[in-house]
């Protein structure tokens, strides 16, 4: 006797604008339910807090998963130069706060450019990217950390888009 899976048979993808506090798997899940769908997988985890359109695969549309992880990505980000937290990101406890010396927007574009290309890259803790399983977030979180490999990504451009010392907003296109 054969078993009967449930849900339902529906192939697409749902370009969701994920909102901050989910993890990218707690949207799929959501999605999944709300479209009762047998399959649902995402192409590339968010970490909890960001927001952004985050593409859902159902079904057959799965199977194209694999391509869009491996696709280039754009990210818009604000950074607060001169405070460093214990999680590396909004989230965390501030555990220095210095004075920044006053910069331009060129000054600011003359730093952005000297990240751009091919760098090696050592994942943070407090990520998105799993160990064994389990995002390095929910590692950290509980007070442990892992070895983590560098890896090469490639910066193809960084763009400053707001300058407001503190605070600079710029958008990345990466690998």
């Known amino acids: ?5 449930k ?6 993808i749902v370009l969701l604008d994920k909102p ?4 990218s798997n707690q949207a799929v899940q959501k999605v999944r339910w709300l479209f009762q769908a047998r399959k649902a997988g995402h192409t590339g985890a968010l970490d909890p807090f960001a927001t952004g359109m985050l593409p859902i695969c159902l079904g057959e549309a799965s199977k194209t998963a694999g391509f869009m992880l491996d696709a280039d990505k754009s990210y818009e980000a604000t950074a607060v130069l001169g405070r460093a937290t214990a999680t590396g990101d909004t989230e965390g406890e501030t555990v220095r706060d210095e004075k920044v010396p006053d910069l331009s ?3 600011i574009d003359a730093v952005l450019a ?3 290309g091919e760098i090696r890259q050592v994942p943070p803790m407090y990520s998105a990217l799993k ?7 929910a590692l950290a979180r509980e007070g442990k950390t892992v070895q983590r490999e560098a890896r090469a990504i490639t910066i193809h451009s960084l763009e400053l888009l ?3 010392s503190p605070e600079l ?3 990345v296109h990466c690998s």
């Open 169 to 171: 907003v710029f958008r």
């Open 1 to 5: 006797m054969s078993r009967r899976r």
């Open 7 to 12: 849900g339902r048979d529906i192939s697409g």
């Open 162 to 164: 707001d300058w407001n």
């Open 105 to 107: 927007a060129g000054d």
């Open 20 to 23: 901050a506090g989910y993890s």
């Open 131 to 137: 160990h064994e399983g389990r995002p390095l977030y």
């Open 114 to 116: 000297r990240f751009t």
